[in-house]
């Protein structure tokens, strides 16, 4: 009786020539990995960078305005109540606009609200005056003043 040994012999397989293709070289796999490590690398300082700049354009959570309701709107005008939370007895440049039925903006302002000192919310009024009858008015954006 003959016995099959199933365990492969400590030295590399020889197959034979032109069979299975051209082998490659070792080494190409670690260079693979730090390729692919750098462009991901790479794709991470990319994203941070534009994350970055993003929230400093448009997030600042110290300074939210909410609109509380628009009302009194007339063909040249509307009124907005808004609130606005800044920092403690701080202030902010506040962008309103006011648009008509189709979209189009009709009217564009920046005011600056105030808080009490101790006070992080400041509810206020403003009137904006606009070229045609406005449909909505609404706040854009606040941020500290210049």
Do not use: K, W
């Not at 534009?50 to 305005?65: C, F, N």
């Not at 440049?93 to 609200?113: F, P, W």
């Amino acid at each position: 009786m003959t016995e099959t040994h199933a365990t492969i012999s400590p030295s590399a397989p020889i197959f034979p020539a032109g069979r299975y293709g051209r082998r490659r070289a070792s080494g190409g796999g670690r260079r693979r990995t730090l390729l692919a490590a750098l462009v991901l690398l790479a794709l991470v300082a990319t994203l941070t960078v534009i994350s970055v700049r993003l929230y400093r354009q448009y997030g600042d959570p110290v300074y939210d305005a909410q609109v509380i309701t628009y009302t009194d709107i007339t063909d040249n005008q509307v009124l907005v109540d808004f609130r606005v939370t800044v920092p403690p007895g701080g202030s902010a440049l506040c962008v309103l606009r006011a648009r008509d039925r189709a979209g189009a903006e009709v009217a564009r302002e920046q005011v600056t609200v105030t808080a009490e000192p101790g006070d992080r919310h400041v509810t206020t009024r403003h009137r904006l005056t606009t070229t045609a009858r406005p449909f909505i008015g609404e706040v854009m954006r606040c941020q500290p003043p210049s």
